[in-house]
């Protein structure tokens, strides 16, 4: 079983920069593919990008390409997404994904763990 634990998230100014981090443990984290997802109140979870067991692999949901990176620092078992230029759509709660697969997926029912979520806010 592998355990997820988010770090980061909070406030922040409209068009404002932040990074969440996820540390993963349980499991080799380099045979698990990572995935980021959210979810706004009232909405289904979303997903947000994901990022193979290498690192070489990554996709991204169309609202965000090009404003957020995900990446990952196998020697440090956590995986990071940097957010940029934040909107007010990305106010959501944020959750890591973890599977023990090659590549990610963007489907939140091919993961099994999760992390707790944390709470984004881009606000003026």
């Known amino acids: 079983q592998v355990q997820l634990v988010q770090f980061g998230g909070g406030l922040v100014q409209i068009g404002g920069s932040l990074r969440l981090s996820c540390a993963a443990s349980?499991?080799?984290?380099?045979?698990?593919?990572m995935g980021w997802f959210r979810q706004a109140p009232g909405t289904e979870r979303e997903f947000v990008a994901t990022?193979?067991?290498?690192?070489?692999?990554?996709d991204y949901a169309g609202s965000v390409k090009g404003r957020f990176t995900i990446s990952r620092d196998n020697a440090k078992n956590t995986v990071y997404l940097q957010m940029t230029n934040l909107r007010p759509e990305d106010t959501a709660v944020y959750y890591c994904a973890a599977r023990e697969m090659l590549f990610g997926s963007s489907s939140i029912y091919e993961y099994d763990s999760w992390g707790q979520g944390t709470q984004v806010t881009a606000s003026s």
């Open positions: 990022i193979g067991r290498t690192g070489s692999s990554v």
């Open positions: 349980g499991r080799p984290f380099s045979s698990l593919s």
